[in-house]
């Protein structure tokens, strides 16, 4: 995870088969993010998306990660 991680507000939290993803807003940059930790792969990461696909971006990161 980045330093901004820190001072995020967590929106939304959804976990399932060992997947989590976490919607984030980081109130100094005025951002959102989409963190995604995938336990069965030991993989992770978090996308900058825009608020408009916020949720959509919540409910389908792999496509966005691709």
Do not use: I, K, N, Q
């Not at 989590?20 to 792969?41: G, N």
């Amino acid at each position: 995870m980045t330093a901004r991680t820190s001072t995020a507000r967590e929106l939304a939290l959804r976990e399932s088969d060992g997947v989590r993803v976490v919607l984030l807003w980081h109130p100094r940059e005025d951002a959102v993010t989409v963190s995604v930790e995938d336990a069965r792969a030991d993989h992770r990461f978090e996308l900058a998306v825009e608020r408009e696909r916020a949720l959509d971006a919540f409910y389908h990161p792999f496509a966005y990660a691709a």
